[in-house]
């Protein structure tokens, strides 16, 4: 079963990899490449929230929950501005700690008045 997770977390990663490295010459393209770190930091959270919630990959609400967040991110990525400027690493990961807070709190409100009842068979 190890070796299942294990081959399951590469695949996840590589899909990762491959949608924010084609996300950058699409953003060049649309004039707009100041956007891919914050995209990728984004995609990066969420993909952190999923993992940490591995658990309830099977409920319909925290999917339907995962994709509100994930919208909710656009207009906070489109209509912020980024200035292509560096920032050191524990900067970016002091700014995503709230988010990340933030998206586990909503995600255990929902959980908390939706419930979590078995799926499948019994």
Same mark, same amino acid.
């Given at each position: ?7 399951? $977390?590469? /695949? #996840?990663?590589?899909?990762f990899?491959? @949608? ?10 649309? @004039?707009?490449?100041?956007? @891919? $770190?914050? %995209? $990728? ?7 952190? /929230?999923?993992k /940490?919630y591995s658990? =309830?990959?099977?409920? =319909?609400?925290?999917? +339907?929950?995962? $994709?509100? +967040?994930?919208?909710?991110?656009v207009?906070? %990525? +489109?209509y &912020?501005? #980024? ?11 002091? =700014? &995503?700690l709230?988010d ?8 255990t =409100?929902?959980q908390?008045?939706? @419930?979590?009842?078995? /799926?499948g068979?019994?």
């Open positions: 079963m190890a070796e299942r997770n294990r081959r399951a $977390l590469i /695949v #996840w990663a590589l899909l990899f491959t @949608g924010t490295l084609l996300s950058f010459p699409l953003l060049d393209y649309f @004039g707009r490449p100041e956007l @891919g $770190l914050p %995209i $990728l930091f984004s995609i990066a959270v969420l993909a952190v /929230v999923i /940490v658990e =309830l990959y099977r409920q =319909l609400w925290f999917w +339907l929950t995962m $994709l509100a +967040l994930a919208i909710l991110h207009p906070l %990525i +489109l &912020c501005p #980024w200035k292509p400027v560096w920032f050191p690493a524990s900067a970016i990961f002091i =700014l &995503c709230p990340v807070a933030l998206m586990i709190w909503i995600i =409100l929902v908390r008045n939706i @419930g979590t009842r078995a /799926v068979p019994e």
